[in-house]
């Protein structure tokens, strides 16, 4: 007699691959569940454009050192490890910093240390400790993509809001017309500074634990 | 010593392989993009300096001079002389960095063929705090110093910035970000300009 409530696990990859790919996303989001990377959360969201900039490189760094550590994890010394995985990641970081500088120099400008400092980013180096030295490299790549989209994503809400209330503009396209020219817009300056990055992440994770709490 | 040398090979040939490879992709990402990164800086500085001296219709360079920064450091600055479309020179612009409120200013600034008039200067780069020491980068209180003469210039909290003198006012709220700016401009346009009159390059103004 076959037992339903426990699924042949062969049968069941695709829902262990999905789940390594949503988790990331929302329910262990690294920004608004872990309150992970926060430097650049709170650094390089003034405006939506730096925000996904910092978004894509962390996705690249995090794909590319978790496919590394996935595949030489049965070769890793215990006692070596955290230096692999930083030299792992500082190599990739290095590569999207030129890759940044070469093709987006405004927008490496912008970003300025914040991306080299992806190098010390907790969400990384978790990442690599707790999923890519132990799990396979399919599962890998996609708790990285997922991890990476979750942690984009919140970076882009968070500097959505903060670029509408500083300037009026989303994607530095005007949405709300301000007094500067003939509308009745005052833009909050304070937005654009760290006091706005602190208290518009507060609010944000206040709604998300209420959305939570209701969900559960 | 066999014994020992096996251990140490086996504990870290990971660790020496990969960073033999990592170095390798370092090195060749780096030698494949550092053209266009050299270029983006040559792009950029040009871009600067024609909106400085619009007239101007390219850019030579000079030289490197020696400059003793306000911390009493060596620097070097690179200078060009604008040159216009028949070929006469017209300005002379040079780079200078400093200390800024929050991190290093770098900008750079024309003035006039004989070193008599400033021309203006912007930044290349300054990571001032938004919303009020980065308030130095736009046009607005840029221009107070286009036209200004090049003699030491001073920082006032208050007056005319519409006043085209050596007397520039500060950015409100933004006092140190100000100075800064001045003092780079005062530090690298006295020692260039002694430096110049030296050389024979520009006459000594007598």
Same mark, same amino acid.
Request: net charge positive; aromatic share 8%; charged share 20%.
């Given at each position: 007699m076959v037992n339903d409530s426990h699924p042949d696990p062969k049968n069941n990859i695709g829902g262990v691959h999905k789940q390594a790919f949503l988790a990331g996303i929302w329910r262990?989001?690294?920004?608004?569940?872990? %309150?992970?990377?926060?430097?650049?959360?709170?650094?390089?969201?003034? =405006?939506?454009?730096?925000? #996904?900039?910092?978004?894509?490189? /962390?996705?690249?760094?995090?794909?590319?050192?978790?496919?590394?550590?996935?595949?030489?994890?049965?070769?890793?010394?215990?006692?070596?490890?955290? %230096?692999?995985?930083?030299?792992?990641?500082?190599?990739? !970081?290095?590569?999207? @910093?030129?890759?940044?500088?070469?093709? $987006?120099?405004?927008?490496? &400008?912008?970003l300025g240390p914040y991306v080299p400092l992806i190098i010390v980013n907790c969400i990384i180096i978790g990442r690599a400790e707790a999923c890519a030295s132990k799990k396979s490299v399919p599962l890998s790549i996609l708790d990285a993509l997922g991890t990476g989209l979750g942690f984009t994503l919140a970076l882009c809400v968070l500097a959505g809001i903060r670029e509408i209330l500083s300037t009026g503009a989303f994607f530095e396209i005007q949405v709300l017309p301000v007094q500067a020219q003939g509308g009745w817009f005052q833009p909050w300056a304070a937005m654009r500074m760290p006091v706005g990055a602190f208290i518009t992440l507060g609010l944000l994770l206040a709604a998300v634990n209420l959305l939570s709490a209701r969900k559960s | 010593?066999?014994? &020992?040398?096996?251990?140490?090979?086996? $504990?870290?040939?990971?660790?020496?392989?990969?960073?033999?490879?990592?170095?390798?992709?370092?090195?060749?990402?780096?030698?494949?993009? *550092?053209?266009?990164?050299?270029?983006?800086?040559?792009?950029?500085?040009?871009?600067?300096?024609?909106?400085? !001296?619009?007239?101007?219709?390219?850019?030579?360079? /000079?030289?490197?001079?020696?400059?003793?920064?306000?911390?009493? =450091?060596?620097?070097?600055?690179?200078?060009?002389?604008?040159?216009?479309?028949?070929?006469?020179?017209?300005c002379y612009s040079f780079n200078g960095?400093?200390?800024?409120? =929050? @991190?290093?200013?770098?900008? /750079?600034? =024309?003035?006039d063929k004989n070193f008599r008039q400033i021309a203006?200067?912007?930044? %290349?780069?300054?990571?001032?705090?938004?919303?009020?020491? @980065?308030?130095?980068?736009?046009? #607005?209180?840029?221009?107070?110093? *286009?036209?200004?003469?090049?003699?030491?210039?001073? %920082?006032?909290?208050?007056? @005319?910035?519409?006043?085209?003198d050596n007397e520039i006012v500060a950015v409100t709220g933004a006092t140190v970000s100000s100075q800064a700016v001045v003092n780079i401009i005062n530090n690298y346009l006295m020692q260039i300009k002694e430096q110049m009159q030296e050389k024979g390059l520009i006459s000594n103004g007598q």
């Open positions: 262990e989001n690294p920004v608004f569940r872990s %309150l992970l990377g926060m430097c650049p959360t709170l650094a390089v969201t003034a =405006a939506v454009r730096p925000a #996904l900039t910092m978004g894509l490189c /962390v996705i690249f760094v995090l794909t590319c050192s978790n496919l590394v550590v996935s595949l030489m994890r049965k070769c890793l010394k215990p006692h070596l490890r955290i %230096l692999m995985f930083t030299l792992t990641i500082a190599t990739f !970081v290095t590569v999207a @910093d030129l890759f940044l500088k070469a093709f $987006q120099p405004r927008m490496s &400008e912008i | 010593m066999f014994p &020992e040398i096996k251990h140490f090979v086996r $504990q870290s040939w990971l660790l020496l392989v990969t960073s033999f490879c990592f170095g390798i992709l370092i090195a060749a990402t780096n030698s494949a993009l *550092a053209p266009t990164i050299k270029q983006n800086k040559i792009n950029k500085l040009n871009e600067l300096m024609s909106g400085l !001296v619009p007239e101007a219709a390219r850019f030579e360079l /000079v030289g490197q001079f020696e400059v003793i920064t306000a911390k009493g =450091a060596k620097a070097t600055s690179n200078i060009y002389k604008g040159l216009s479309k028949s070929g006469d020179s017209i960095q400093g200390s800024g409120f =929050a @991190d290093k200013i770098e900008l /750079v600034a =024309a003035v203006g200067f912007d930044c %290349l780069s300054s990571n001032e705090t938004p919303g009020f020491g @980065d308030r130095i980068k736009p046009l #607005l209180w840029r221009r107070q110093f *286009a036209g200004a003469p090049a003699v030491k210039l001073k %920082l006032v909290k208050t007056g @005319d910035p519409e006043k085209i």
